[in-house]
């Protein structure tokens, strides 16, 4: 390859890389592509008596330490999914030291309840709720598990 035609290749990239972003957004708008967006997890505590939940929560990639969610207040991160639905971000949480549940939060591969990319889940006395946000009303998910958790409760 000569010079002149390796000038031509990189004067023409830019041109190319704008033509192919345009019919990207034709064929995927920003308002529905999942890549242009955040996802937001909300963990919510809403325990009985003032009890702090202790929620661990990590993906492959991410390890957010372990967090003590007070009564009421809730704790949120927020990510962009990888490609080919292969996000996935699994909580330990405990309302204290005798329950905890070990519980995928985000599943991209079958992620199911998603309203304006946020997903929340709400601890109560019973067990983990998914909420729908948008109309305030929350779906039994899974009750607590007997036992202490190591990893969270010292």
């Known amino acids: 390859m000569t010079t002149s035609q390796t000038t031509r290749i990189i004067v023409a990239l830019p041109a190319v890389l704008a033509a192919a972003a345009a019919i990207l957004l034709v064929i995927i708008p920003p308002s ?81 309840v998603d309203y304006d990319f946020n997903v929340y889940w709400v601890a109560k006395e019973d067990g983990i709720y998914n909420r729908d946000h948008v109309n305030r009303q929350d779906f039994f998910s899974q009750p607590w598990d007997a036992g202490r958790l190591p990893s969270l409760i010292g």
């Open 32 to 112: 529905s592509a999942w890549f242009w967006t955040y996802e937001h997890v909300h963990i919510v505590n809403e325990l009985d008596g003032g009890k702090t939940l202790i929620a661990h929560c990590h993906s492959l990639q991410h390890d957010l330490g372990v967090q003590y969610v007070n009564a009421g207040e809730e704790y949120e991160w927020r990510f962009k999914p990888r490609v080919f639905k292969r996000t996935l971000w699994r909580c330990y949480l405990a309302p204290d030291g005798f329950r905890h549940v070990a519980y995928d939060v985000y599943n991209e591969s079958n992620q199911v």
